[in-house]
């Protein structure tokens, strides 16, 4: 079970296994040696994955899953996701993680309330300090409409979610949803994803808090003059500074042909989206997609993604913001040499510090068969990108994913997704950076007696501290019910 893939990665690549967005604030990439170089040993330090305490008996209608986890500090998280109740409806659940220990899951405050079509779930969290978090997702009005909430904690207790502000209004085709949320400071947060129009038409929407109020959600600005075919969407949401953040998407320049925008804030204004910089001599006539982004700080971002070449190849991208600039988007370093079957994409992005970032992301060998790649940035230069160690030997499938990767610091990151094994059974693997080495790809420890019945794959990470991680994903256990879990590194 995993959260749904993005409209525009599921036309744009086809076959491919696409990343899922989950709240790119704090809990992206991470970084740092010039490149991705295996540690001769490594001490993981991973706790085996349990079941989220609770989440069994509020899942009456047999299924579950963990797709979204944001930490304040090492051990103070909260994580969420979606259940089946007896309905069969399903519902959005939260729980907190206090000095290390989870707190039993709950049923958002407020969404039974909107939640009159039974279409709920807990896409993206934010936690900027101890304490104070917000939480986004979708719902189904009694109306049929797919709507978005937002619910806010403050001091440790939870508000009820309400709808966005405006977006039903908006979202008059009654089928729109949400892709990230991120948070600067508390009551300081930003969230966007898309909505369909009265002509039918998908458009990219932002909403920001500011000192605890939520205004309006707005179509982003200057979307419309770059969404001429109809169908634009913010992916992904970074903040690192009040006033000031980074979102970026893909929007449909004519029919069948999209292309990668981003959008920045700036001391509270929003600026206009843009199409990246060399963008159109990377796909040509082709499609391009920004799928993930990082900020170490107020207008210090990276973001990446999949275009489309001139021979019809799908290739992974990047692109860096400076100081508010953006610079020539470019193909990943070492990624041409990996990249035999013309499918690869940036999937993972976290940048701690400036010139410091991971990332992470997905490409196919000769024989067609998916594996995943590591590349860093460090001290502003890019290493080539790298086959994650150990990987191919762990999973032996045709085909992997890295859904999540977070940095606490330069050179201190851990990864995690999929891979399938050679019984076509897809399972979760982390991989971890100490001190800029990435050490061997290992299985979720407890993954495979948690989820012994089909598939499980990490969804999201989130590492606050060196050495201290906390995870979240899916799996089947052996009542073929969907899990959700989490796993702590400490």
Known sequence: MRVHLTRLSRSLAGTAVIALLTGLCAASVGPAAASARPAATARSGWVSAKTIPHLNALAVGGDATASAV??????????????????????????????GKWGN?????????????????????????????????????????????????????????????????????????????????????????????????????????????????????????????????????????????????STQRSAGVYTAFVISESKGKWGKAARLPNMQNLNKDGSADASEVSCSSAGNCVTGGIYKDSNGYYQAYLDVQKSGKWSNAFEVPGTAGLNKGHNAQVTAISCPTGGNCSVGGYYTNSSGHGELFL??????????????????????????????????????????????????????????ESGGHWGSAQLVPGITSLSSAGDSGLNQISCRTA????????GDNSSHHGIGWAATRT
């Not at 109740?85 to 659940?93: R, V």
């Open 467 to 474: 050495g201290r991680c906390t995870a979240v994903g899916y």
């Open 70 to 99: 944001d930490c304040s500090s090492a051990g103070n998280c909260v994580a969420g996701g979606f259940y089946i109740d007896s309905a069969p409806h399903d519902q959005a659940w939260l729980a907190v993680q206090h000095d």
């Open 375 to 432: 590349v860093n940035r460090s001290n502003g230069s890019w290493g080539r990108a790298n086959e994650i160690p150990g990987l191919a030997a762990l999973t032996m499938g045709s085909t992997a994913q890295i859904y999540s990767i977070s940095c606490s610091s330069a050179g201190n990151c851990s990864g995690g997704g999929y891979g399938e094994t050679s019984s076509f059974r897809e399972i979760a693997f982390v991989v971890t």
């Open 105 to 249: 899951a709950f049923e958002v405050p407020g969404t039974a309330s909107l939640n009159g079509g039974g279409d709920a779930s807990v896409v993206s969290v934010s936690c900027p300090s101890a304490g104070n978090c917000a939480a986004t997702g979708g719902y189904e009005a009694s109306s049929g409409a797919l709507d978005v909430w937002v619910a806010s904690q403050r001091h440790g207790r939870w508000a009820k979610a309400t709808a966005v502000r405006n977006y039903p209004s908006l979202n008059v085709g009654h089928d729109g949803e949400v892709e990230a949320i991120s948070c600067s400071a508390a009551g300081d947060c930003t969230l966007g994803g898309d909505y369909l129009d009265v002509n039918d038409h998908f458009q990219a929407f932002l909403a920001t808090e500011k000192g605890g109020r939520w205004a309006k959600a707005e179509q982003v600005p200057g979307i419309g003059s770059l969404n001429a075919g109809g169908h634009s969407n913010v992916e992904a949401v970074s903040c690192r500074q009040v006033g000031y953040c980074t979102a970026a998407g």
